[in-house]
């Protein structure tokens, strides 16, 4: 590392585990990376990669988001219930009202809500794309007030859910929890 990497890292500030919403009695975070103050870039709403069934908020958060965040963007990283914890669309859901929770104003931080985008690696980027993809349902469900998303950044997104658990449908009933079970019912 050198010494102007070491300064940018120490202008980025981290705020971690704040709350965006409380569902079947889980709470979900999300994390907060930017330089100066948030409202003065962009934001990429962050899903992290991990299959459905793993990884946080904080995978790949050196290498991937701190990245982003030095070049003038604020990265919310999201942690969505994982399939061990609900069934496909619940991830869906919860990256709709982390994206809604930007706008709602009652969490301290301003953003610019004109500049949102949605992104993510591996089942992270195939969520950012299903939010992409669905905005309809996300404003039915938020209302017109809610942020929308202008674009995404799906980094190697697992394009093809059934593909992927491909092992799983060749062995009858794919099991709980996983997406191909979700879209087999």
Known sequence: MTDTESVLDAEIQHVYDVPYAFVDGIRLTLDLHFIGHPQDH????????????????????????????????TVASINYRLSTQA???????????????????????????DRVYAGGGSAGG????????????YRRLHGLRAPRVNGVVALYPVTDPLAFDGEKLAGGVPPEGTFARAVWE
Do not use: C, M
């Open 42 to 73: 962009p934001v990429l709403v962050w899903f992290h990669g991990g299959g459905w069934q793993a990884g946080d908020s904080r995978t790949a958060e050196q290498k991937i988001l701190w990245s982003y965040a030095r070049t003038g963007i």
């Open 87 to 113: 069934h496909h669309p619940a991830q869906l859901l919860d990256a709709f009202a982390a994206i809604a929770w930007l706008g709602t104003g009652t969490h301290g931080f301003a953003f610019d809500l």
């Open 126 to 137: 195939h969520l950012a794309w299903l939010v992409g993809l669905n905005q309809p349902l």
